[in-house]
Structures are given as structure tokens and as C-alpha cells.
């Protein structure tokens, strides 16, 4: 396609007017202060068109026409500017994931976008041009794998930034939020063989299946209810009996959390237990553009809550649920897989 059209040479001049002086020529004709023909002369706007303004025809921009009304385009341009604030500025790709999440939301489906409704880079790139006013492209500066490691500079500032973030935030207004998954592997352990073996097996029945759980707790030790994600096309009411107490369940084709389930767990667990609180809400996570929506930023800044961004490749070492919940929590699971299994020989 096109990217740049450029006229050819002697083709016919198009609108080589501005919009304010659109609007002062058909102000003078409306006030009867100067004739159709002699505003035309002098403003140098052809006739047809300040008849077609003054009777309300043709008054869509010309050209192909937006997807999203301005108020629509309005809140995407707000989610950039809120998820840079955050400390985790959006690219092409991930705007045109969140484009796609909000016309999947609102049920639109777009011809030009294709079959998976995603929007193309020519797309993002038109978008950034409209809104040229309040955002812009910036290139990044690539670093070295020994730069990239996480080091103490970046734990200072994490923590320095943490501490100015967290200010008169009280601690049950603090929550922490992270997915892991659930399998039917019991693990390895220390068995007794014979001297002298290197390869110990020891017969168990597992598969590769397994699920994702978001846990989300407070600073004052308050687990909210926990949100079960499976792998699988379909729901099944079995799979949501006996499970924890006010537990949330849901499904995707990976097993894994994407845009749709973050956005839900968000609107039916962590958000109604926020709507509790009094004063400001800090929810500290990882940087994953993928758990962000429309939905979510706005519901967040309507509710005075404030997404705190991890740095990145350091969760093993400071994210708290990662760290401190989730290691006995694994070895909990892993016995009771193995007490399952003795029990059923």
C-alpha cells in the first residue's frame, strides 16, 4: 500500500485551507457580511465545498476514517501516557495488543485489520501521528548482557523510587500480585540406590498438564481469593467444585494468564477488595505490557490505584510472593502429590 501519497506534478490543488480559516469564511456568509462567490474569491475555497459546510454535507474528514471515535482514541492515548508513568513505556506491538483486547471487548470486528482483528504497524504508526501533540517515538539504548544482569545500582533505585512510591500508603492498602503454575509432577528427591548408578528413576505417574493461579496478598498478610486459569478450550463445572473458598475461575488455549484473564481477574478479585480501602492503593507486579487494558488503567485511576512495576529478569530475586510464598507453597503441593500416589499403590 501507499505509505506516503504524493500527488503528481499539475495535478489539482487540495484543500489548501486551514481549519480556522474554514470557519472565518463561513462565519462571514452565515452573519450575511460577504456573498458565497466573494468569500470564495478571496479565501481562495472553492464554492461547492462552503455550500456543502453550510448544509451540514460531507463532514467526515476526508479520506479513510478512524476505527475509534475520538473519545475512544482518547482513552488508548491515555493508557500510553499512564503505563509510561508507571515505569513501562508501550511500542507498536504492544499498543496494537491493547487495541485489539478493546475491540475484542466491545465485540467490533475490523475488516482491514484481518481475521485476528489485530491491528498492522501502518496502523500504530497513523495513530502516533494523530496524537503527534502529546506522544512521541523514542529510541532505546541497547545495552550489553553484563549491563542487562541486575545489579546493586538497580536495586538502589528500585528501592529508592519504592520507598517515595509507597509514602503514606498504609500497608493494607499494599498488594503484591503474581501467577504461578500448578502441575501434576510431584518433582525429584533424594532417593537410596545402589553405589555406583547414574541414572535413579523412580516411577510415578505425572503428565505435562498443568494450570496457572494468581495469588494476590497484602502487606498485613491478607491473601485475596485466588483465580484458577486452565488450559483448555472450554470451561467445565467439575473443574470449579472443591476448590478454595471464594476461589475464580477461568480458561485460556496456553493455560497461561493473557490480557482477557488479567483484566478480569482484576475487575472481580483485587477491585472490589480495593473499593474497601480508604486512600491511595499501590499493587506492585511484574512489567508485562500483556496484563494491561484500557479497562484496567481506567478502572485503576478512577479507584486512586497505582500499578508498581518490577525490574525486569529479577523476580526470583524481588518479587515477594515469588521469594517468601510461593517455594513452601510448591513443596506443599509436591507432597501431597506424592502422599496421593502412595496412597493409591
Request: hydrophobic share 35%.
Amino acid at each position: 500500500m501507499v505509505r506516503n501519497y504524493k500527488p503528481s506534478p499539475g495535478f489539482r490543488n487540495y484543500r489548501n485551507y486551514s481549519e480556522s480559516t474554514l470557519e472565518e469564511a463561513l462565519q462571514l456568509i452565515r452573519e450575511n457580511k460577504m456573498s458565497l462567490n466573494r468569500v470564495s474569491q478571496i479565501f481562495k475555497i472553492p464554492k461547492g465545498t462552503l455550500c456543502n459546510k453550510m448544509k451540514n454535507k460531507h463532514s467526515k474528514n476526508p479520506g479513510g476514517q478512524t476505527v475509534f471515535t475520538t473519545e475512544e482514541e482518547k482513552q488508548l492515548c491515555d493508557c500510553v501516557i499512564q503505563m509510561g508513568d508507571w515505569g513501562y513505556p508501550l511500542d507498536f506491538f504492544d499498543i496494537r495488543i491493547i487495541t485489539k483486547m478493546l475491540l475484542d471487548r466491545m465485540g467490533r470486528r475490523v475488516a482491514k485489520f484481518g481475521p485476528t482483528n489485530l491491528p498492522g504497524l501502518d496502523w500504530a504508526k497513523s495513530f502516533l501521528s494523530r496524537h503527534k501533540n502529546v506522544l512521541s517515538l523514542r529510541q532505546s539504548t541497547n545495552i550489553n548482557p553484563n549491563r542487562a544482569s541486575l545489579s546493586r545500582e538497580v536495586v538502589e533505585q528500585y528501592f529508592d523510587n519504592l520507598k517515595i512510591s509507597l509514602n503514606g500508603v498504609p500497608p493494607e492498602n499494599i498488594c503484591n500480585f503474581d501467577e504461578t503454575n500448578f502441575g501434576d509432577d510431584p518433582g525429584s528427591k533424594n532417593v537410596l540406590i545402589k553405589r555406583g548408578s547414574k541414572y535413579p528413576e523412580r516411577v510415578m505417574t505425572h503428565s505435562k498438564t498443568g494450570f496457572s493461579v494468581m495469588f494476590c496478598g497484602t502487606a498485613t498478610g491478607v491473601l485475596l481469593p485466588v483465580y484458577v486459569v486452565y488450559k483448555s478450550e472450554n470451561m467445565w463445572s467439575t473443574w470449579c467444585r472443591g476448590g478454595p473458598s471464594k476461589a475464580h475461575y477461568n480458561h485460556t488455549k496456553s493455560g497461561w494468564f493473557d490480557g482477557c484473564t488479567f483484566e478480569d481477574w482484576f475487575l472481580t478479585v483485587y477491585l472490589p477488595h480495593a473499593k474497601r480501602l480508604t486512600g491511595p492503593k499501590v499493587i506492585i507486579g511484574d512489567n508485562l505490557s500483556s496484563h494491561f487494558s484500557v479497562q484496567v488503567i481506567k478502572a485503576a485511576n478512577e479507584n486512586d490505584v497505582r500499578f508498581l512495576c518490577l525490574p525486569p529478569n529479577c523476580t526470583h530475586l524481588m518479587q515477594p510472593l515469588d521469594v517468601a510464598f510461593f517455594r513452601p507453597l510448591k513443596g506443599h503441593w509436591r507432597k501431597l502429590w506424592r502422599n496421593g500416589e502412595r496412597n493409591q499403590g
